[in-house]
């Protein structure tokens, strides 16, 4: 149930979201190459910080450590979405982001610092499936079809952004000791679903 909501939910989006991406009468398509395009540029910066990060094994530490690495490209997303959007839709769904992202964010950097990290067998799974749905965002973003039109751009990437936090969110759920990030897990879940 919790999943046919999700993908109704993305096929939705993607649906507008091809809409909006409708070729020009005149110009056609005019894909931007995605080392040109600056929110895939965020999201390779975020992307190599997290593939660079030591995990330890224990699943609400390294959750937690990865959602602040995973929020901050979503804030930063949003920031460049602010200087450059034009929708006003898009720009309210973008201040939306910094502002939920970033109280999580220091609640996460809070947990972290007074969390002392043991490896366990949940973690060891945990782990695993981190990186499993890192792997799977890349993926996905590496096929998206970006145009430059900053606003389209933002919202086909920030799907696939949120795919993965709501799936790093359900290995928390399920691999997680600690009842705060549990707790924040679903709470995340429920907020990007939106």
Do not use: W
């Not at 609400?60 to 602040?68: G, T």
């Not at 366990?120 to 965002?137: F, H, L, R, V």
């Amino acid at each position: 149930m919790h999943n046919a909501r999700i993908k109704t939910g993305l096929l939705a989006l993607t649906l507008a979201l091809g809409g909006l991406m409708a070729c020009d009468r005149d110009n056609g398509l005019e894909p931007q190459a995605h080392d040109d395009n600056a929110f895939m540029q965020i999201n390779h910066t975020m992307l190599t910080q997290m593939d660079a990060m030591t995990m330890t094994g224990d699943a609400d530490h390294d959750f937690a450590m990865m959602m602040q690495m995973h929020h901050q490209g979503a804030i930063d997303m949003s920031n460049e979405l602010l200087k450059q959007g034009d929708d006003a839709t898009i720009r309210a769904l973008a201040q939306r982001v910094i502002d939920a992202q970033q109280k999580e964010k220091t609640m996460l950097s809070q947990f972290t610092q007074s969390h002392k990290a043991e490896a366990n067998p949940a973690g060891q799974t945990a782990k695993t499936e981190y990186m499993m749905s890192m792997d799977k965002m890349e993926k996905a973003q590496d096929i998206r079809i970006l145009t430059g039109d900053a606003d389209v751009d933002y919202a086909q990437l920030l799907i696939d952004h949120h795919q993965s936090a709501l799936e790093m969110a359900q290995t928390e759920l399920e691999h997680g000791d600690v009842q705060q990030m549990k707790d924040m897990a679903q709470k995340m879940i429920d907020d990007q679903m939106k």
